[in-house]
Each structure stands twice: as C-alpha cells, then as structure tokens.
C-alpha cells in the first residue's frame, strides 16, 4: 500500500503536474496578495481623504457660524446619515465633551486621547484607527478639537468580495491547471512509456526486432528514439553476426568430430586390442559424443537467443510429459541408488513445444539425480495453482552454495565441486532459461548447501493467456 502510493508520487506525470499546479498556485497567491494589499492601501487613502476634506470643511463652517452652528450642523448630518457609518465628537479646550454622536452602539465611550493637543496650533490633525473606526482629531481652534471617526465596514465588506472572488479564481484556475498539466505530460510520458516498452519487449522476451515507434514531432523524445532505434539495429546486427559465426564455427567442429568418432570406432572393431587401449577408445567416444552434444546445445541455443527465432507451440499434456521423463529417469536413477518419486495430477495442459519443453524439465530431473548423495531422494510434483501450473523438482543433493545461486544459469558455469567429478557441460540450465523464457514461465532455485535444492518453475496457466 504503502509502496505502491511512493511508486505513484515517483511518476513523472505526477511529478510534473505537482510541481506545474504548486507553481501555478503560489503565483497566484502572490498576485493575490498584491492586488489584495493594493485594494487596502486605496481604500484607507480614500477614507483618509475622506475625513480630511470633512474637518476642514467643517472648520470653514466653524469659522462662520460658531461652534454652535457647527454642532447643529453635525447633528442633523449625523441623523441623515442614520449614525450607522461616522460618528462625531467635539472636546472643548478642558476636555468637556460639546457634541457625541453615535455610530454603532458603543461610539459614545469611545475615549479619544486627547493629550498632545493643547500645544499644536488650529488646523493640525492626526489620522488613527480606533476599534472598527478610522479617526481624525482636528484641532478646530485653541478652544475646541474636532473628532470624526468613519467605520471600516464599507472597506471591509469590499475586500471580504475580493477575497471571495480570488478563492473561486483560485480553485478554477488550480482545477484547469491540473487538466492542462495531465493533457501536457501525458503526451510526453507516452513517448517515455514507447521508449520503456521497447526495452522490455527487448530484455524480456529477446524481441530484438521491436522498434520505438516515432511519432514524427521532431522534438528531443523522438529523437533520442531515433537513436535508440539506430543502436538497436547495430545490437541486432552484431547478435546476428555472433549467431551466425558460432553457428558456422559448431557446423564446422560437427564434421571431423563425427569423423573422429567412426575412425575410433573401426579401431574398436579390430580384435587384436589389448584391453587398456579398449578402454582409451571407448572414452574417446563417450568424449566425442559429448562435444557433439555440446556443440548441438551451443546451436540450439543461439538459435534460442537470436531474439528473431520463436518456438512453436500447441496445447500440450504436461502430466503425460513428466511421466514420460519419470519413467525415462527411473533407471538411471536406480543405477545411482537415488529413490526417484512421482506426485502429479492428471490432465494438467499447457501451451508449450513439447520438445523443448521435454528437453528443459529431462536437464533439470538429470541435475537432480547427477548431484545427488547416495541414498538421497528425488521429489517430482506437479500440481495446478489459481497463479499457473507448478512443476517441483526436489533432492537431496549436494546443494548449490547461496554465493553461486546466481551464476547457475550463465553459459559454460559450474560450480566448482561439479567439475571433473561430474560429467557435463554447464550448457544444461542456460538452455533450460532460454525454453522457459520462450515459454512465458518462471524459474526459482532454492538450495542448501549439503542439503539439497529445489526448483520450482511455473507456467501460466492455460485460461490466464
Ligand atoms: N540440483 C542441483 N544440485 C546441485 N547443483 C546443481 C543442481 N543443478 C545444477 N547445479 C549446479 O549448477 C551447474 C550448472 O548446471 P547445468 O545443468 O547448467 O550444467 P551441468 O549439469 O553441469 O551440465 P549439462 O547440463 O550441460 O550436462 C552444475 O554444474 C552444478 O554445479
Ligand atoms: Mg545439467
């Protein structure tokens, strides 16, 4: 769960539209901010304006009517205006209150300090926010101070409809975003993803023929496709000069091999042998039989892995087949006192080349016995799964040391305690992958050292190709 959530966040695609969306949305946090800030700055200069040009048009009032015509003034304003947005106070020179009118419920005890003011001259101001309320004092004269406060409501009420605005911008734009990014990236992981494909077609299955296909955008995915497609036509030209020289140089060993072996032969006809030069050339053909049949491996797999050859293949009885080698094993196994036990069910099908196949399971039932202890045992299971069709081979062997596990499978390899006191070429489990590979199956080797191995090969199963 937990890695399957770090694989989707390792996705290109998912990379980019993160970082894409993320960009985007811190872009437009900042716009915001900045237009959002611009908006305050503008608003609080108007209301400032605003109550300037108020005090000082009341100061002309002043001048003309006298306070108490001002007073009269301000009260009939204030009751226009329904008290709602300005207040207004007026403090004689010992601070007695001559005019409050009220905003809002609480403007009346609003305490304005009023301290600094007796030693400025008329007509000086100061600008303040109080509470909810931006306030000017105005020195009307040396008796009185004029106070009008104007509330930020308004203000407020405009910059909370920005804000909204910018949130739905904010989500349509971060929603349209995402589609644009998935539209952007899914183009270019496609081609990525053709890239990927062709090199899995290649490393897995040995398709050396496959090519990335190019979408003709002239952009930099197609060319680096382009070059892929050039390196892979001089990786299969070279395999297939390699297939070709090892395949013309095992053509050319087969023939004084074979004649090699019949000239020994005619000697062994002749009767007048002693019995240790019998011996000689009685190995010497067992030797040449088994470079023939090495030199037959060696062809049978270059053809396996020239990537352009494919095995045919048929719905097979894979029960049938392993009873067949069981009986074929049951003898030499005897010889070398190992107990070669059989536990399948019946009627179990697989897609395959029965030769090929037959061939393979025959190397890995030999292994088994070859490497054996006397006395041991060999276990053949073959059983059906919901995950495919598993073929067991168990013994209880020499083992395989875990440092070597992997090395078993490459050509020509055996593990050093296998050389010259067991017969064999090290041809036998490269072939065996090449046929299972061809065969869509598995192969898993599990080994003890001095206890024993098991290979457990599994193929799909008929209904899940
Ligand atoms: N069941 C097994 N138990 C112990 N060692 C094994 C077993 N199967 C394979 N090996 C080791 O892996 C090596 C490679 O096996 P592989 O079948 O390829 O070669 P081989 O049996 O030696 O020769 P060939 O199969 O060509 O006759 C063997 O030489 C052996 O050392
Ligand atoms: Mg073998």
Redesign the pocket.
Known sequence: MFSNLIKFFNRITIKIIILYSFTLLVSLVISFFMVYSFFEIYLENKTKDELINKAKTYKILFRQEGIHGLRNQIIKEAEIINNVELFFKIYDKKGEIVLNTNAGIHTKDLVINLENYEKLKPDNYTLTTIDYFDVIVYKLSNRYILVIGKSKFENNKLLNRLMEIFYQAGVIVFFLSLIGGILITNSITKKIKNISNTAKDISTSMKLDSRVPITGTKDELDDLALLINNLLDRIEQLVKTLKETTESIAHDLKTPIARIRSATENLLMKNNLSKECSNLLVNIIEETDSLTQ?IE?LLTLSKLESGTFQLQKEKVNLSNIVKKLYNLFKDYAAIKSVDLRLKIQDEIYIYANEKYISRAIA?LI???I??NKENGYVNIELYQEDQGVILKIE?S????PEDKLEK?FEKF???D??RGV?????????L?KAILLQHDASINVI?KEGEG?T?IITFPNITNL
Do not use: H, P, Q
């Not at 062997?397 to 395989?400: A, D, K, L, Q, R």
């Open positions: 090495m491996d190397n030999d292994n088994a070859k490497f013994d062997g020499i083992g395989i078993i390899y055996r593990v305690e296998s067991y017969s064999g070429s090290g041809l036998g489990l490269s065996v080994s191995t290979v």
